[in-house]
T-cell receptor, first 116, second 111 residues
Framework: EAGVTQFPSHSVIEKGQTVTLRCDPI?????LYWYRRVMGKEIKFLLH????????ESGMPNNRFLAERTGGTYSTLKVQPAELEDSGVYFC??????????????FGPGTRLTVL | DAKTTQPPSMDCAEGRAANLPCNHS???????VYWYRQIHSQGPQYIIH???NNETNEMASLIITEDRKSSTLILPHATLRDTAVYYC????????????FGIGTKLQVIP
């Protein structure tokens, strides 16, 4: 079974440009999460989808960030326009929609974003 | 979610047991203790979780005190590949779960 995949693995862009990160969750996982780690800081939650619906966007830093999950499969996270402080590693995670159970999250390898 | 406290770093000799402590004194009755780890340059990885009984799987053992205010993750025979940052997290099981990562414990396994 394929794990969570993220593309690209690394992106270098200039301030003011736009970047789109993609996450493909494990097949059948309705929960999809985005997290990020800014240099030297803790991993922080950004948002959570259940299928195509945003359930919690409380961690999104500002309106330059737009996440979508059309069709409830893969998700994209767009940063427009990118700022220097957006540099960091963006992780995606998925989990099945269970009322009980482990509910462990399966994380992707991350996308390292560098804004120059 | 309840807050957890972990030592920032620990060393362990290769082949020995690594015992990683975690304090979670404000844990509520239906919150679970989860452990994840992040090996350098990889995404976080789930290790184990428990409510009040001790748990064991192929990766580790989890010992939770009777009052549930603290727990210990045990890697029985640490290898160099276990060098990572280990995160202790308390959260509700099932449904939606927003994982709140703290600083974690940087475990260095020494040859």
């Amino acid at each position: 079974e394929a794990g969570v995949t993220q593309f690209p693995s690394h992106s270098v862009i200039e301030k003011g440009q736009t970047v789109t990160l993609r996450c493909d969750p494990i097949s059948g996982h309705d929960n999809l999460y985005w997290y990020r780690r800014v240099m030297g800081k803790e991993i922080k939650f950004l948002l959570h989808f259940v299928k195509e619906s945003k359930q919690d966007e409380s961690g999104m830093p500002n309106n330059r960030f737009l996440a979508e999950r059309t069709g409830g499969t893969y998700s994209t996270l767009k940063v427009q326009p990118a700022e220097l402080e957006d540099s960091g590693v963006y992780f995606c995670a998925s989990s099945p929609l269970l009322l009980t159970g482990t509910n462990e999250q399966f994380f992707g390898p991350g996308t390292r974003l560098t804004v120059l | 979610d309840a807050k957890t406290t972990q030592p920032p770093s620990m060393d362990c000799a290769e082949g020995r047991a690594a015992n990683l402590p975690c304090n979670h004194s404000t844990i509520s009755g239906n919150e679970y203790v989860y452990w994840y780890r992040q090996i350098h340059s990889q995404g976080p990885q789930y290790i184990i979780h428990g409510l009040k009984n001790n748990e064991t799987n192929e990766m580790a053992s989890l010992i939770i005190t009777e009052d549930r205010k603290s727990s210990t993750l045990i890697l029985p025979h640490a290898t160099l590949r276990d060098t990572a940052v280990y995160y202790c997290i308390v959260a509700f099981s099932g449904g939606y779960q927003k994982v709140t990562f703290g600083i974690g414990t940087k475990l260095q396994v020494i040859p």
